[in-house]
């Protein structure tokens, strides 16, 4: 079936440096693309999402990358904090928007 | 409350037998989803429902997989004579608005441990 996937399971920076993860997805019915952070013991939290219309959308010391050509996502964190220590996932809507399709994630350590 | 709160948080049954997860979600959301995540995965679409029906049950893994949301609100997962394999975290969310955004609020899920 169509999924989502991460190419890098673990990613330690330190505290201040930029920090990018990448996603790259598979089903070319997606027009729409969210990323998610989630804290051990909780549940996923909305960060920042892109539709196919566009290449890059930026939030607060967040952006988002999107390469249709070459079926790739990528979010970039800015000045990258402690608190910014999470997985990441990123999600597609292939299937809808009611049936989001999650990667697996990627840790991101970030050390002071 | 001001989140979506899932009940209980942790819950450790033996094989075979029956569980029920509990789901509240933020007042006024019309849109309610289920989702399950096993160690080291992302979440995995169940189920979703919009007001008091289940519009996409096509995430259930079989007929064990059972859910509710009688009034609109409060949802139940319901899973019969569980399975080790059934041993995962099962996710709630809610939405304000269906089928516009990926914006999903979820909440800090409920820990099934099948022995």
């Known amino acids: 079936g169509e999924s989502v996937g991460l190419h890098l399971p673990t990613l330690s920076v330190q505290e201040g440096d930029n920090s990018i993860i990448n996603c790259a997805y598979s089903n070319s019915a997606s027009d729409y693309f969210i990323w998610y952070k989630q804290e051990s013991g909780k549940g996923p939290q909305f960060i920042i999402d892109?539709?196919?219309?566009?290449d890059k959308r930026q939030g607060q010391r967040v952006t988002v990358l999107l390469n249709k050509t070459v079926k790739h996502l990528s979010l970039q964190i800015a000045a990258t904090q402690p608190g910014d220590s999470a997985v990441y996932f990123c999600a597609e809507n292939g299937e809808g928007f009611q049936k989001l399709v999650f990667g697996t994630g990627t840790r991101l350590l970030v050390s002071p | 409350g001001a989140g979506v709160s899932q009940t209980p948080s942790n819950k450790v049954t033996e094989k075979g037998k029956y569980v029920e997860l509990r789901c509240d979600p933020i007042?006024?959301?019309?849109?309610l989803y289920w989702y399950r995540q096993s160690l080291g995965q992302g979440p995995e679409f169940l189920i979703y429902?919009?007001?008091?029906?289940?519009?996409?049950d096509s995430g259930l893994p079989n007929d064990r997989f059972f859910a509710v949301r009688p009034e609109g609100s409060v949802s139940t997962l319901k899973i019969q004579r569980t399975e080790r394999g059934d041993s995962a975290v099962y996710l709630c969310?809610?939405?304000?608005?269906?089928?516009?955004?990926?914006?999903?609020?979820f909440g800090e899920g409920s820990r099934l441990t099948v022995l």
């Open positions: 892109i539709r196919s219309n566009m």
């Open positions: 007042s006024g959301h019309t849109a």
């Open positions: 429902f919009q007001g008091t029906g289940a519009a996409d």
């Open positions: 969310a809610s939405s304000a608005l269906a089928a516009v955004t990926g914006e999903l609020f």
